[in-house]
């Protein structure tokens, strides 16, 4: 029997996976947030959950720790941009885990003057690739500070001017004083698949998948790929069957399944 490992984070990632897996009619057996354990099986025998932290799931795709897996846009974005994203094929829209990254600054500094004048801002992120492209498209000159987690303690301890963080429902922002002042980017998470797993495990991980969904996206990734735009989670102005290929995965909801 092959057996198939998916990749998940806790929090938000695996509790709006759960929902999609459930509709398959598979149950994962513990829950990640009660338990230490790493690996959970599920009521489908061939199928079980690794839990890696949320920057960590592209690699063990990629590498083939695990077959699947579900990260953010964000992350993925972070990942090929570091890595290249070689083993990997990406992104299927899964539509959960809905926010976006946005530029925040303290609500008494003022953004607007400061990007026109073209004074140079300090920005504090986790995500650098995605907060460097973003003011290097707009001419505004940075200077990157990475940061690994509570980035709304930049602006208010004078670290940085502005920080580039993901926004969901803002209460975070709200909390600090901080305001959003640019959406760089809407964010889903995306279903990712090895791409030897997908050859060599070709029935089980189609058994487990929408079948049209995975042909449609296999398209669109190769199209895309080539020309880079799949870094941008299929914001394609490519070929038209690329457009008709990307239109036709986003029209199908239904991913794994039963
Ligand atoms: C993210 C982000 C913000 C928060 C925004 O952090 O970094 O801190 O969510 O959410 P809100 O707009 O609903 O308040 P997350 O909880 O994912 O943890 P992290 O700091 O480890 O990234």
């Given amino acids: 029997m092959t057996t198939i490992t998916l990749a998940l984070s806790k929090g938000r990632i695996f509790d709006e996976t759960l929902p999609l897996l459930q509709a398959a009619g598979i149950e994962v057996l513990e829950d990640p947030e009660r338990s230490r354990k790493l690996i959970i099986a599920t009521s489908r025998t061939n199928v079980r959950v ?28 972070e990942h090929s941009a570091s890595w290249g994203a070689t083993g990997l094929y990406q992104p299927l829209d899964l539509q959960i885990a809905r926010c976006r990254v946005s530029v925040a600054v303290r609500a ?49 301890t004078g670290l940085a001017d502005a920080i580039v963080d993901l926004v969901s429902t803002g209460n975070t922002l709200k909390a600090n004083q901080l305001v959003e002042v640019e959406r760089i ?20 991980i189609r058994g487990l998948i929408d079948r049209g969904y995975l042909d449609q996206v296999l398209i669109s990734h190769d ?27 986003r029209a199908v909801t239904a991913v794994f399944r039963r």
Avoid at 53 to 68: N, S
Avoid at 226 to 245: D, F, H, I, N, Y
């Fill in 50 to 77: 690794v839990i890696v932290r949320a920057t960590d799931v592209p690699t063990y795709v990629e590498y083939g720790g695990a077959d699947l897996g579900v990260t953010g846009l964000d992350t993925l974005i």
């Fill in 108 to 156: 008494d500094f003022d953004y607007a003057t400061a990007v026109r004048q073209g004074s140079r801002l300090k920005v504090a992120t986790k995500y650098v690739n995605i907060a460097r492209d973003f003011f290097a498209a707009k001419g505004v000159h940075v200077d990157l500070i990475k940061l690994y987690g509570s980035m709304e303690l930049a602006p208010l």
């Fill in 185 to 204: 980017m809407d964010i889903s998470s995306r279903l990712v698949v090895n791409q030897a797993s997908l050859k060599l495990k070709q029935p089980a």
């Fill in 223 to 249: 199209i895309c790929y080539r020309s880079r735009l799949v870094r941008w989670g299929g914001a394609c102005t490519g070929t038209r069957k690329c457009r008709v290929a990307l239109g036709r995965a």
